[in-house]
T-cell receptor, first 111, second 116 residues
C-alpha cells in the first residue's frame, strides 16, 4: 500500500512564499501529482513530477526527489486567491490508474 | 461537454435506502474515476474505469457499493442500504487515458450525499 504525509495547515501573508512538503511510502512509484481545491469546489490539477528536479509553472513550482521519497509544492508571490487546500497524490505501480491522495494542506493567505 | 458533470448535486436520503449517483465525463475521455471525500479530508479512491471495464475495484468500501459504465461514457455509482457513514461528497473525474501515470484528471463538482 501507500501512505503520504503533508502538513495540515500553513498560514502566510500576501506576497510571501510557501512550501508544502509531501513525503510518501509506496511499494512502487511512478510519480507525484499536486491538486488544488478551493472550499466547496472541485480539485484542479497543478503539476506532475515523474523525474527528479524542479518543474516550474508560473508562480507555482513542484519538486521531486525519488531517492528521498519526497516532494514539495512551492507557491510564490502568494495571493488571496491561493487560499485553498493542496493535495499531493502518488501514482503507484501496483495499481494502474489509482491515484492515492494525501490528506491535504490548507493554505491560509492573510492580508 | 465543457466539463465533467455530476447529478444530483445534493442528495438527502434515509438510512437503508438505495441511491444512484451519475457522472458524465468529458467527451472522448476513456478513463473515469470515482472518489469519496469526507468533510475536511482527502480524496479516497473508490473505483477506476478504462472504457467500460473496471480494472481496479479495490477502493469500494463494501459490497453495498457498485459502479458501472456504459458506452464508454456515463457512469453510475450505486450505494445500497445506505448508512450514515456513507455521508460524504462523491467526486467523479475523467482523463484522456488511464494507464499513463500523471494524466491530468478533470473533476466534476461532486454530489453531496447526506444519509439521515
Amino acid at each position: 500500500g501507500q501512505s503520504l504525509e503533508q502538513p495540515s495547515e500553513v498560514t502566510a501573508v500576501e506576497g510571501a512564499i510557501v512550501q508544502i512538503n509531501c513525503t510518501y511510502q509506496t511499494s512502487g512509484f511512478y510519480g507525484l501529482s499536486w491538486y488544488q481545491q478551493h472550499d466547496g469546489g472541485a480539485p484542479t490539477f497543478l503539476s506532475y513530477n515523474a523525474l527528479d528536479g524542479l518543474e516550474e509553472t508560473g508562480r507555482f513550482s513542484s519538486f521531486l526527489s525519488r531517492s528521498d521519497s519526497y516532494g514539495y509544492l512551492l507557491l510564490q508571490e502568494l495571493q488571496m486567491k491561493d487560499s485553498a487546500s493542496y493535495f499531493c497524490a502518488v501514482w503507484a505501480t501496483d495499481s494502474w490508474g489509482k491515484l492515492q491522495f494525501g490528506a491535504g494542506t490548507q493554505v491560509v493567505v492573510t492580508p | 461537454g465543457a466539463g465533467v458533470s455530476q447529478s444530483p448535486s445534493n442528495k438527502v436520503t434515509e438510512k437503508g435506502k438505495d441511491v444512484e449517483l451519475r457522472c458524465d465525463p468529458i467527451s472522448g475521455h476513456t478513463a473515469l474515476y470515482w472518489y469519496r471525500q469526507s468533510l475536511g479530508q482527502g480524496l479516497e479512491f473508490l473505483i477506476y474505469f478504462q472504457g467500460n471495464s473496471a480494472p481496479d475495484k479495490s477502493g469500494l468500501p463494501s459490497d453495498r457499493f457498485s459502479a458501472e459504465r456504459t458506452g464508454g461514457s456515463v457512469s453510475t455509482l450505486t450505494i445500497q442500504r445506505t448508512q450514515q457513514e456513507d455521508s460524504a461528497v462523491y467526486l467523479c473525474a475523467s482523463s484522456l487515458a488511464g494507464q499513463g501515470a500523471g494524466n491530468e484528471q478533470f473533476f466534476g463538482p461532486g454530489t453531496r450525499l447526506t444519509v439521515l
